[in-house]
């Protein structure tokens, strides 16, 4: 099965950077989309960047301009968080779809039709 494996969480102080790893190797298709999610206790899990096959990009309104996520051609996907506030505290999940064509930004970022999950790294942000 085409897991994703994340790596890179840990504690920051506020304002601190962390970069998170996806290790998506074993996801290998032509068209898909994959994204960060991030999910705190109590809260529904929450899209926070996804990227498309043709390199589009899509951030969640309270992460932009702070967080970047990209792909190399090793097939890891990354999120570099800077800048990191205390209500960036959660657990993020990497995930991957694939898709059939071109797929709105809006539904690439949505969790909805993500079927390759991550296990998940923490995060945590102190004050």
């Known amino acids: 099965q085409a897991r994703p494996v994340e790596s890179g969480g840990g504690s920051v102080q506020t304002g601190g950077s962390l970069e998170l790893s996806c290790d998506v190797s074993l996801f290998e298709r032509s068209d898909y989309c994959m994204g960060w999610f991030r999910q705190v206790p109590g809260k529904a899990r929450e899209g926070v960047a996804s990227?498309?096959?043709?390199?589009?990009t899509t951030y969640a309104d309270s992460v932009k301009g702070r967080f970047t996520i990209s792909k190399d051609s090793a097939s890891t996907l990354y999120l570099q968080m800077n800048t990191l506030k205390p209500e960036d505290t959660a657990m993020y999940y990497c995930?991957?779809?694939?898709?059939?064509?071109?797929?709105?930004?809006?539904?690439?970022?949505?969790?909805?039709?993500?079927?390759?999950w991550g296990q998940g790294t923490q995060v945590t942000v102190s004050s």
């Open positions: 990227i498309a096959s043709d390199g589009t």
């Open positions: 995930a991957a779809a694939e898709t059939k064509g071109w797929v709105p930004p809006s539904l690439c970022i949505a969790e909805t039709g993500y079927n390759h």
